[in-house]
């Protein structure tokens, strides 16, 4: 079974930073599109950042744009999410997601097949 593991939730001041990883086991990490997606406190899910394959093309939410930063490190089948000048409106559930079978970017969720059980963020001010 090849799994996706997020780590580096906590609580946090707003104005900080955190970064958070998605490690998968299994050997087709390098073939796959990543995506972070979170779901606030009584929220629907929401797409937040990909990263295709090499990380030659990305995605960020709007509202990210310019604070968060996704990259990954395929020799240690690892995707990172960087968080920069966290708000209390980032406070969320984070998942990390990768699409077997194509190595490209996609907001959406569906497209993605390997889900983690998520890590906790939570900001405050």
């Known amino acids: 079974q090849v799994r996706v593991i997020e780590s580096g939730g906590q609580l946090v001041q707003a104005g900080t930073s955190l970064t958070l990883s998605c490690k998968t086991s299994?050997?087709?990490?390098?073939?796959?599109?990543v995506g972070w997606f979170r779901q606030p406190p009584g929220k629907e899910r929401e797409f937040v950042a990909s990263i295709s394959w090499n990380g030659g093309a990305t995605e960020y939410e709007d509202s990210v744009k310019g604070r968060f930063t996704v990259f990954r490190d395929n020799a240690k089948n690892t995707a990172y999410l960087v968080m920069n000048r966290l708000s209390p409106e980032d406070a969320a559930v984070y998942y990390c997601?990768?699409?077997?079978?194509?190595?490209?970017?996609?907001?959406?969720?569906?497209?993605?097949?390997?889900w983690g059980q998520g890590t906790q963020v939570t900001v405050f001010s």
């Open positions: 299994g050997n087709t990490f390098s073939n796959n599109g």
């Open positions: 997601a990768a699409r077997d079978g194509s190595y490209d970017i996609s907001n959406e969720a569906n497209d993605y097949t390997r």
